[in-house]
């Protein structure tokens, strides 16, 4: 090998060696830099979230629409807009977003931020039912129970339908609201007295001095025609409620008891429905 072959191999090595030192040098340097930058703010941290949650929820995604639409509903980290709230979980819902379904749902049906309204209450609470593989399908069925058993507000009132809700939840809070509808739905071919007679004698079996129970025995004995049967339940019902802390419902059994005592039976004609 020559000297100048020599000298330009020496050369390279060098160089090689140069820039390695001087990649350590600025990996180093970088480690510092890092090491002593200054950290966000937690209101810059905030604002890059929300601008991230804002770029997937236009960009279609459902999750990032509902929990957008949440924030501007509760006013947290971002200014409170209802109609924009409603637009955003609207969208996760039709998106297939199954806590934005149920979280429209009870919006329309609770009318807290919102109008009530039982039509799209129902729609989406339908949509929960239908999915088979949704957690919330029994508190969907229980809720579409009383929109139908009351009607109005965009559903007309339809007493098989809620008695079919009813029973698919089959609680015992939901199987007093079955018995209640056998025996004072306005439309005759939904009611059976008797039925609804054993249904609550098997709840009041458990629990004997239930108001509710009573209430419901009373109003199935008077649909049977056995109105001193139905007096004796009543009598019961109104002795064991608190008259204090259920003020208009103890009004409501007394007012039974009125027509009970003229020999009517009691037809439903607003909600008086067990939550």
């Known amino acids: 090998m020559t000297y100048k ?17 001087m990649a350590g040098l600025l990996s180093v340097m970088s480690i510092k830099s890092m090491a002593f930058s200054i950290p966000q703010s937690s209101q810059a ?32 980290y971002v200014d409170q807009n209802t109609p924009q709230a409603i637009h955003a979980i609207t969208a996760a819902a039709e998106g297939g977003d199954e ?20 039509a799209q209450a129902a729609h989406w609470y339908t949509v929960l039912v239908n999915n088979e593989r949704n957690d919330d399908r029994k508190w969907a069925s229980f809720r579409l129970g009383f929109i ?13 339908k809620a008695l079919s809700q009813f029973e698919l939840v089959g609680d015992k809070v939901s199987l007093g ?6 025996a004072t739905c306005p439309e005759a071919q ?12 098997s709840l009041l079996a458990e629990n004997k001095n239930n108001p509710v129970y009573l209430d419901n ?17 009543q009598k019961k019902a109104i002795k064991v409620i608190d008259k204090v802390a259920e003020e208009a419902d ?20 607003s909600n008086s429905l067990s939550m």
């Open 5 to 21: 072959e020599e000298a330009e191999m020496k050369h390279r090595l060098w160089a090689r060696k140069g820039w390695i030192v």
């Open 45 to 76: 941290i905030e604002a890059s979230k929300i601008a991230y949650l804002q770029l997937n929820a236009s960009l279609g995604k459902p999750k990032a629409q509902y929990l957008l639409g949440i924030m501007y509903l509760t006013g947290k």
């Open 99 to 118: 806590k934005a379904q149920k979280t429209l749902a009870d919006l329309y049906y609770d009318g807290q931020f919102i109008p009530k309204d039982f």
């Open 148 to 160: 139908y058993a009351a009607g109005g507000l965009g559903v007309p009132r339809n007493c098989g």
């Open 177 to 182: 609201n079955v018995a209640w509808i056998l």
């Open 190 to 201: 939904y009611r059976d007295g008797h039925k609804a007679e054993n249904i609550i004698k």
């Open 217 to 233: 025995l009373a109003a199935a004995y008077a649909e049977q025609g056995d109105f001193r049967a139905a007096i004796d339940a």
């Open 250 to 269: 103890f009004k409501a059994y007394v007012k039974r008891l009125a027509l009970y005592k003229q020999h009517k039976p009691f037809r439903e004609h």
